[in-house]
């Protein structure tokens, strides 16, 4: 049938429905109507064209295509409001198909092309602000564990000039405190050798060998 949408789009659609009538009543609307088929085409189906087109214009028609359940359930509560009082059940209401203009077809594919671009710019930009956040975490860890081994040798360097230092400031507290250590000292550096000296030919060396008493 013929119909428009919410914003007053031709649109032609196709409905299907099921229905069944009560055994009980079988016989008496075969004696009111002459049979199914008169019962059909003089009372369920101008209902049901009624209930079809006061129910689709209600909504867009983009909405129309993409959720048809809900145009289906407000056909489906119409007509069975319409046929209340007839003993007959109806049910399992399909929209079949729905003919939109052609413009109205191209432009609904253009723009589902243009979210569907839109959403892989998106998706791309996404995936390089991870990329660029990734990186930027991977060069700040980078940095404070260079930072970290930097601290590390420092304190090690500061540490072994410290021991170094206390080292030598022993030293120099026992050489002071005690001479002998010096006489120690050079004793444990000599190589074994006496001192030689260059005084020209048939000249003898002479050392002083006496301590401080002349002995």
Same mark, same amino acid.
């Given at each position: 049938?013929?119909?428009?949408? *919410?914003?007053?789009m031709?649109?032609?659609? %196709? ?8 055994k %009980? ?5 075969? *004696? ?5 088929? @008169? ?5 369920l189906?101008p ?5 079809? $087109?006061?129910t689709?214009?209600?909504?867009? #028609?983009?909405? =129309?295509?993409q959720?048809?359940a809900?145009a ?8 069975t409001a319409?046929? %209340?009082?007839?003993p007959?059940i ?5 929209? %079949?198909?729905?003919?939109l203009p052609?413009?109205?077809?191209n ?7 243009? $979210?569907n =671009?839109?959403a ?14 990734? #990186? ?11 930072l $970290? ?15 170094e230092?206390?080292?030598?400031e022993? *030293?120099a ?8 250590i010096?006489?120690?000292?050079? #004793?444990?550096?000599?190589?074994? *050798? =006496? ?6 030919e048939? #000249?003898?060396p ?6 401080k008493?002349g @002995?």
């Amino acid at each position: 049938m013929a119909s428009s949408t *919410k914003e007053q789009m031709p649109v032609t659609i %196709e409905v299907s429905v099921n229905w069944t009538v009560n055994k %009980e009543a079988a016989l008496d609307l075969f *004696k009111r109507y002459g049979g199914l088929t @008169q019962f059909e085409q003089r009372i369920l189906d101008p209902r049901f064209r009624s209930a079809t $087109k006061d129910t689709i214009p209600q909504f867009e #028609a983009e909405q =129309l295509i993409q959720d048809r359940a809900t145009a289906i359930q407000g056909i489906e509560r119409r007509l069975t409001a319409e046929m %209340e009082g007839f003993p007959v059940i109806v049910d399992n209401i399909q929209i %079949e198909n729905i003919v939109l203009p052609t413009k109205y077809i191209n432009s609904i594919e253009i723009k589902q092309t243009e $979210k569907n =671009l839109a959403a892989a710019e998106e998706h791309k930009l996404e995936r390089q602000r991870l990329e660029a956040l990734r #990186a930027v975490n991977t060069a700040d860890a980078r940095a404070k564990g260079i930072l $970290k081994v930097a601290e590390a040798e420092a304190q090690s360097i500061l540490l072994k000039g410290k021991a170094e230092a206390q080292a030598i400031e022993a *030293k120099a507290k026992a050489l002071k405190n005690n001479p002998l250590i010096v006489k120690l000292t050079e #004793a444990q550096a000599w190589d074994g *050798k =006496l001192p030689s000296t260059m005084m020209g030919e048939g #000249a003898m060396p002479i050392m002083d060998l006496r301590n401080k008493d002349g @002995q």
